[in-house]
């Protein structure tokens, strides 16, 4: 799969916008449907930081902010990792 195919997947299947994932809003679905995209994004062969920031239009630092997150909202978000195996399925 492509990387423009999962990050439109994953837009369809959380029920985001391309808008939307790139605003600055900071409601709770919208940070997690950028955590959730960084995260797919990453598992993809060879996919580094830095092209992430690219594909999200944004940089590395937030990429690597928005993985930690991701990483701890597995861990204790029984919500959070529901949409990540929506996203996976």
């Known amino acids: ?3 423009e195919m999962l990050y439109q997947k994953v837009l369809k299947r ?3 916008t ?3 994932l790139r605003s600055s809003c900071r409601r709770q679905g919208l940070v997690d449907a950028r955590c959730l995209m960084a995260a797919a994004l990453m598992k993809q062969p060879l996919m580094t930081q830095k092209v992430v ?3 999200m239009d944004t940089n ?3 990429v690597s902010k928005m993985l930690t ?3 701890s909202l597995m861990s204790v978000d ?3 990792r529901m949409k990540w195996d929506i996203i996976n399925n």
């Open 1 to 3: 799969m492509t990387n």
């Open 14 to 16: 959380l029920g985001v």
């Open 18 to 20: 391309e808008q939307e």
């Open 53 to 55: 920031a690219r594909i």
């Open 60 to 62: 590395q630092g937030t």
């Open 69 to 71: 997150r991701h990483e």
């Open 78 to 80: 029984a919500t959070y």
